[in-house]
């Protein structure tokens, strides 16, 4: 199966809300594709327009435009049956896991068998194997008022990979969990996508739970689609001011600084550069002193990356030849906007 | 008191029961459904429906709004066309259930309303149909709270029973009303009170039980 079937393409969709004093312009002409077994991420401020656009998806949220192709099929064209038939195939996790309380744990991951009318046997066998992926084997007669969160949304993946979908979709699926649940459960979704061959498109707005499991990337802004690519591309040289912003949070802290009536720029080291003493060297060779505002480091899909923020000296000649010095290394790098300006 | 006494306040007790339970049990079949249209066919709901949800609705606060003793007598024609008598216990039944429908309907219907709609998100994300959404997800989330609404609506239509005794119904209101009342005996009066409030009280411990023990959050 080649790694770049679209299971999911997007073809200028747009949907508008409708209030009582204004239209919402949730989701605005976004197109893109979805590849079979990718874990693709989509990123974005708050009411950027995310969970209108993966609703979509499923079509728990009809478009207003434009069409949603999911494994050949326009969503727009099915009947309420067919659509149904089909979310059967595409599972949908949620923020509060979405658990019926007053069922068992087993009771709740064989509801989508027992909505397909599977034969009761099969659906507690199966029940309790997705149990057993997720590591919960032991809390199948449990309610789910007796879980951790981390537990719950645990139980609402076995529910789930119950129907053995081609997707799962994910909407701020660990938003609710601390720092060290949110691992694990990335770390079980990353799993399944690679024992299962499951497509996993994930909602967030932390940048953090992109770097670790994502393999591509969008950003929606303003409920248009703002960038997209390989997250590792995205992350050392985002094009767009709304990119930079969510994967660049540095900037942010830039304002705390408040110094500064002088020119900053922002340096990007992949891998490779990260290992050169580029700062020192700078400054070995050029004899100009620069100021290190703030410095970063993280791991993009396993390679380190670093940035950094560095404040030029007052005098004009001497910031264009540390900005000439960076270049001739071939080190990502940009000017950033001053205050005021949008960062 | 009598032995004979005894035996009319126990078939006053058993006529009671009968009244209540089978009007409760009428009302429910009629009134779970409505209550049930009255979520589905709401606003961003499954089978949202405006004219469905406005008629229902406006007709279940009319006769809400009735008195019950009023509908007691305004309804004394239709009882007689269905039961062909217009007093006695199974008389009685036919103004019990028609009064306690609407309160059925919007008790059921605040009880599904407290089912989150991430429940009901859920659901339609795994392709269910409406029928499956209300039966294998709203309503086993909402069934604490529906016995405990059941609990209430018994208690309530009770006490109507009673109110039916005065105008021909039978049953312990009915013992109070020409015993206790109109011949001054107020032995029998207390003790059918005293009856009344212990079956309330039964129905309503037993309701809460049955909710607590159904309640797993
Ligand atoms: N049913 C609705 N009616 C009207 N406006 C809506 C509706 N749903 C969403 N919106 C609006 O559409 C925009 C996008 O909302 P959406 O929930 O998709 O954002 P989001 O990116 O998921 O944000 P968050 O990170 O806060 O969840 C917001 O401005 C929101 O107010
Ligand atoms: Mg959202």
Known sequence: MSEQTAIFRLNHVTKLFQTKNSTVRAVDDVSFDIRQGEIFGIIGMSGAGKSTLVRMLNRLEEATDGEVIFDGKNLGNLSNKQLRTIRMSMAMIFQSFNLLMQKTVLANVMLPMKIAHVPHKEQKERALQMLKVVGLEDKASAWPAQLSGGQRQRVAIARALAMNPKVLLCDEAT????????????????????????????????????????????????????????????????????????????????????????????????????????????VADTGVKVNILCADTKTVGGVGFGQMIVELPKDEDAANLVINYIKEKGVNFHEIERKGDKI | ??????????????????????????????????????????????????????????????????????????????????????????????????????????????????????????????????????????????????????????????????????????????????????????????????ILIIIVQVFQESGTLLANKKRHS
């Open chain 1, 175 to 282: 938003s609710s969990l601390d720092p060290k649940i949110t691992e694990e459960i990335l770390a079980l979704l990353k799993d399944i996508n690679q024992k299962l061959n499951l497509t996993i498109v994930i909602i967030t707005h932390e940048m953090s739970v992109v770097e670790k499991i994502c393999d591509r990337v969008a950003i929606i802004s303003d409920g248009k689609l703002a960038e997209i690519g390989e997250v590792k591309e995205v992350f050392t040289s985002p094009k767009t001011e709304a990119a930079r912003h969510l994967i660049l949070p540095v900037e942010k802290e830039l304002n705390l600084f408040d110094t500064t009536d002088r020119r900053c720029i922002r340096i990007v080291f992949d891998g490779r550069a990260a290992s050169d003493p580029l700062i020192a060297n700078l």
């Open chain 2, 1 to 194: 008191m009598t032995s004979q006494l005894w035996v009319l306040i126990g078939n006053g007790v058993l006529e009671t029961l009968q009244m209540t339970v089978s009007a409760t049990i009428l009302a429910y079949l009629i009134g779970l459904p409505i209550g049930i249209a009255l979520v589905v066919t709401a606003k961003e709901h499954i089978l949202q429906n405006r004219i469905v949800n406005l008629v229902l609705g406006v007709l279940m606060n009319i006769f809400r709004s009735i008195p019950f003793l009023i509908l007691l007598v305004v309804l004394i024609p239709f009882t007689r066309f269905v039961t062909g008598s217009s007093i006695g216990t199974t008389a009685t039944i036919v103004p019990l259930t028609v009064g306690a429908i609407p309160i059925v309907a919007r008790m059921v219907e605040s009880s599904l309303k407290e089912v989150p709609s991430g429940i009901v998100e859920a659901a339609q994300s795994m392709g269910a149909s409406p029928i499956s959404i209300i039966f294998r997800f709203i309503i086993p989330e909402a069934m604490p709270s529906l016995l405990l609404g059941a609990t209430i609506n018994l208690a309530t239509v009770l006490g109507y029973s009673a109110m039916a005794g005065c105008i021909g119904g039978g049953g312990l209101g009915a013992i109070a009303l020409n015993y206790g009342y109109y011949r001054y005996q107020q032995d029998i009066l207390f003790i059918t009170v005293a």
